[in-house]
């Protein structure tokens, strides 16, 4: 069965199961050392498994724009409707605090919480948000993107431009 670890802050909270037959359920991890729940919909107080609120849970961390969550389904090489599929690639970025990473990846928080990474200025920012509207409106990956900008070039592939 696949799996989706939960970290929230960097630290492990739970994990999201998926059966053969499609159910997800989500299960805290009795040695989280957070009691904060990742969602209100799923309190820690309920029985596991947490079966009818993760679906619409993981659901919801996605775009609900179809071009959107097919430009994710080419990019990492699954269907828009693999909730499980698109996390694996973008759950390391998914909203909030969270992080949904398969069972042998690690977050990318630091141990005190602090997240890492490289400092970015407005412009990056800018240009970075322009090329995922870009993405978003045309409905292909970003790797798609790059190898039609380099054909229209001249590039051939394997070539940099």
Not at 19 to 33: E, L, N
Not at 46 to 67: E, V
Not at 77 to 101: H, I, K
Not at 141 to 151: F, G, I, L, T
């Amino acid at each position: 069965m696949p799996d989706l670890n939960a970290y929230l802050d960097g630290l492990p909270i739970g994990r999201f199961r998926q059966s053969p037959s499609g159910t997800i359920t989500f299960h805290y991890d009795d040695q989280a050392t957070t009691r904060t729940p990742i969602s209100l919909s799923m309190p820690r107080t309920l029985p596991d498994p947490r079966q009818r609120a993760a679906r619409p849970y993981l659901a919801g961390l996605l775009p609900d724009n179809p071009g959107a969550l097919a430009a994710i389904a080419r990019e990492y090489r699954t269907s828009p409707s693999s909730l499980f599929g698109m996390l694996t690639g973008v759950g390391r970025d998914v909203p909030g605090a969270l992080q949904l990473l398969a069972p042998d990846d690690v977050p990318d928080d630091s141990p005190d919480g602090a997240p890492t990474g490289d400092e970015v200025d407005d412009a990056a920012i800018a240009a970075l948000l322009t090329t995922a509207i870009e993405i978003y409106r045309d409905g292909r990956s970003e790797a798609v993107q790059h190898r039609s900008a380099a054909s229209r070039h001249g590039h051939r592939r394997g070539d940099h431009p």
